[in-house]
């Protein structure tokens, strides 16, 4: 397993396990295949698990390693031995899948038309190769609970805005660079907005209070479409 990543120290708690530098779908479903291995074999020491696009950080409790002098090194020698178990590809079997629906252009996607000319596409072009793909969230940042969703067709790549808007409404989706992703709260967002979905992305009272977790699959439902084909 250990030729799979490179392992970094991060600080005196934790370990960060490298398995690339860029962000494409082949690195990242390594990473999320790691990470389920990591969740079956779990370790007492191993406090969280977490997956960015082509890296794990993992927080260490290294008072569990008990008198070791180097609890940090005993960690790596067992992730060094880690026995995957199954293929990375189970990954997309077992993976929880999401339909969003999401309301295109106009005041929900003002920047839908910008990118349909950048593109030199019709709107409706960009409707439908932005919904005809299967996303992987391949990890969450920004802000709580904001996924980074790989796998967007490349014709609809721009990039972000020069200067960020002060206020981007909840449940924007946007487009920067080869990504697109969902902002869960209203705040500042520099990303093109093409829709919005009143899907509810983080609600802290939950018990899991993110709707997509990293790995998840995620579908864009035109719920507009949808509505004018059943009248």
């Known amino acids: 397993m250990s030729s799979a990543f490179n ?3 991060l600080g005196e708690d934790a370990l960060l396990l490298r398995f690339g530098h860029a962000i494409d779908p082949q690195t ?9 291995a990591l969740a079956r074999q779990r370790p007492p020491w191993l406090l969280d698990i977490v997956p960015a696009f082509s890296t794990l950080a993992l927080a260490i409790d290294v008072e569990a390693f ?11 020698r067992w992730l060094e031995s880690l026995d995957p178990g199954r293929p990375g590809a189970d990954i997309d079997e ?12 106009g005041e929900h996607g003002p920047d839908l038309e910008a990118l349909a000319r950048h593109a ?3 709107v ?35 990039p972000r805005h020069a200067t960020p808007r002060t206020r981007v409404q ?13 902002y869960p709260g209203t705040g500042p967002g520099g990303w093109q907005i093409i829709g919005r ?12 209070p993110a709707l997509l977790e990293p790995g998840d699959r995620v579908r864009f439902i035109d719920i507009d479409a949808r509505r004018e084909s059943s009248s």
């Open 66 to 76: 008990n008198d070791s002098s180097e609890p940090l090194a005993d960690a790596r």
């Open 94 to 105: 077992d993976a929880r899948r999401h339909e969003i629906p999401l309301h295109y252009g």
């Open 124 to 158: 409706a072009q960009v409707i439908a190769l932005h919904t005809a793909v299967e996303y992987r969230v391949g990890m969450l940042g920004f802000a709580p609970g904001f996924p980074y969703l790989i796998g967007m067709d490349e014709r609809l790549s721009m």
């Open 170 to 182: 909840a449940g924007s989706v946007g487009i920067a660079g080869a990504q697109t992703g969902i």
């Open 120 to 122: 030199g596409l019709s």
């Open 7 to 9: 392992v970094e120290t």
């Open 197 to 208: 979905t009143d899907a509810i992305l983080f609600d802290a009272t939950q018990e899991r």
């Open 28 to 36: 990242n479903r390594r990473v999320h295949a790691c990470a389920a």
